[in-house]
T-cell receptor, first 112, second 113 residues
Framework: GENVEQHPSTLSVQEGDSAVIKCTYSDSASNYFPWYKQELGKGPQLIIDIRSNVGEKKDQRIAVTLNKTAKHFSLHITETQPEDSAVYFCATDSGGYQKVTFGTGTKLQVIP | SAVISQKPSRDICQRGTSLTIQCQVDSQVTMMFWYRQQPGQSLTLIATANQGSEATYESGFVIDKFPISRPNLTFSTLTVSNMSPEDSSIYLC??????????FGPGTRLTVT
């Protein structure tokens, strides 16, 4: 089955700095790459996604880049704010029948 | 996106008992999913629940332990049966809107003593 590796597992940045989280995947047939944000005590929230027909997608301070040749994709958060502190999960479609496989998660701490 | 609610939000249960978790969506959806998230861990898919058919379980999860109902396009239940402390987790339901786009409920935090 699909294997999704996510790095780093924890990340601390100063408020205003940028944060980058990277995921690698194994299935070359994967075509959908979402990112989720999970705040303490809440369910994961879909914050941005990208499909394999584009290389980059932006939404205000967040962006996702995709390199299908190298089988990796990254989440970029610029001008970080304390409210960006959360656990972030990447995921890819895999295994057929509408399933997605999640990465191991990155705990982001933004220090005021 | 759809608004998803879960009941209960949390519970503390005795070993050997069962708990049924409800998932309600404010719009009709074809695909619903149940996940388990152990403390500090990622999400693991338990099963996919489509209305009008039997749930499809992932490797390591069986119907006798995690029976699922999907009586209509806006509702599903997951039962955690004969619980042990190892079942202490967050249980999440999600729905699919658009190809592979999943939206999650707030989760049910289960502690088994």
């Amino acid at each position: 089955g699909e294997n999704v590796e996510q790095h780093p597992s924890t990340l601390s940045v100063q408020e205003g700095d940028s944060a980058v989280i990277k995921c690698t995947y194994s299935d070359s047939a994967s075509n959908y790459f979402p990112w989720y944000k999970q705040e303490l005590g809440k369910g994961p929230q879909l914050i941005i996604d990208i499909r394999s027909n584009v290389g980059e997608k932006k939404d205000q301070r967040i962006a996702v880049t995709l390199n299908k040749t190298a089988k990796h994709f990254s989440l970029h958060i610029t001008e970080t704010q304390p409210e960006d502190s959360a656990v972030y999960f990447c995921a890819t479609d895999s295994g057929g029948y509408q399933k997605v496989t999640f990465g191991t998660g990155t705990k982001l701490q933004v220090i005021p | 996106s759809a608004v998803i609610s879960q009941k209960p939000s949390r519970d503390i249960c005795q070993r050997g008992t069962s708990l049924t978790i409800q998932c309600q969506v404010d719009s009709q959806v074809t695909m619903m999913f149940w996940y388990r998230q152990q403390p500090g861990q990622s999400l693991t898919l338990i099963a996919t629940a489509n209305q009008g058919s039997e749930a499809t379980y992932e490797s390591g999860f069986v119907i006798d332990k995690f029976p699922i109902s999907r009586p209509n396009l806006t509702f599903s239940t997951l039962t955690v049966s004969n619980m042990s402390p190892e079942d202490s987790s967050i249980y999440l339901c999600s729905v699919e809107e658009g190809a592979y786009e999943q939206y999650f409920g707030p989760g049910t935090r289960l502690t088994v003593t």
